[in-house]
């Protein structure tokens, strides 16, 4: 079996590592710091069995990041792992592709578990958890941000931190022509019509960071 783990915090990596090895014989385990590397390896065509997405790796913006691998790689089963393990979120997770939720404070048998059933084909969420319903409008705008590049996705989001055309030009090293082209395909995929209703449409999809200690 081959895993891929996605958690800026290296000591995460690792528990998450040394969990995988005990209780899955032979286990191969590839890990990635932001969701710039987790596109960049998931594109070399990497046959993994199970995606361990942290919602706030560097890059991923939340709900987004998720959102991009469920758009693009959709075979790739993905579980979340979280230091926030608020009820909304867990069930937006699911509702967006993800294959389970594990929260960090789990224990590490009740990880092998969660993981077991995932790889059995289950969607496994923490037990107990309150019913709640994600909207439509939710659902869309996952949808939405979904189609975009990770190139547009980023201007999005450099948009959404209030940057102008030729600043985010500077910040990625390529011309204000090359932005205003991007600026536009973004709005043309949100079906918004300026940068104000662009914010608010990819703000809609940010988690709060808990800022929790790892394992």
């Known amino acids: 079996m081959q895993f891929i783990i996605a958690d800026d915090h290296?000591?995460?990596r690792t528990a998450i590592t040394h969990t995988l090895q005990q209780h899955f014989d032979g286990a191969q385990v590839l890990e990635v710091g932001s969701l710039q590397e987790l596109l960049k390896l998931l594109k070399t065509g990497v046959d993994a069995d199970l995606l361990l997405l942290d919602l706030h790796i560097p890059?991923?913006?939340g709900f987004?990041?998720?959102?991009?691998?469920?758009?693009?790689?959709?075979?790739i089963p993905v579980m979340i792992v979280s230091g926030n393990d608020n009820p909304s979120v867990i069930h937006k997770s699911v509702a967006l592709?993800?294959?389970?939720?594990?929260?960090?404070?789990?224990s590490?048998?009740?990880?092998?578990?969660?993981?077991?059933c995932v790889m059995q084909g289950q969607v496994w969420i923490?037990?107990?958890?309150?019913?709640?319903?994600?909207?439509?409008?939710?659902?869309?705008?996952?949808?939405?941000?979904?189609?975009?590049t990770p190139q547009q996705l980023k201007v999005l989001t450099m948009m959404g931190d209030?940057?102008?055309?030729?600043?985010?030009?500077?910040?990625?090293?390529?011309?204000?022509?090359?932005?205003?082209?991007?600026?536009?395909?973004?709005?043309?995929?949100?079906?918004?019509?300026?940068?104000?209703?662009?914010?608010i449409f990819f703000n809609r999809l940010k988690v709060e960071d808990p800022h929790c200690q790892v394992m």
């Open 97 to 106: 592709g993800a294959s389970g939720f594990l929260p960090k404070s789990t």
């Open 10 to 12: 290296p000591l995460f």
């Open 162 to 199: 209030g940057l102008y055309n030729k600043q985010i030009a500077s910040e990625l090293s390529v011309t204000d022509a090359t932005v205003r082209a991007h600026v536009t395909e973004v709005f043309r995929k949100l079906g918004v019509t300026n940068r104000t209703q662009a914010g």
């Open 64 to 75: 987004n990041g998720l959102a991009q691998v469920s758009e693009l790689f959709p075979d």
């Open 108 to 116: 590490n048998e009740d990880m092998a578990v969660a993981i077991n």
């Open 126 to 148: 923490p037990a107990n958890l309150p019913a709640i319903t994600m909207s439509l409008d939710n659902e869309q705008t996952a949808q939405r941000i979904a189609a975009l």
């Open 59 to 61: 890059d991923a913006h």
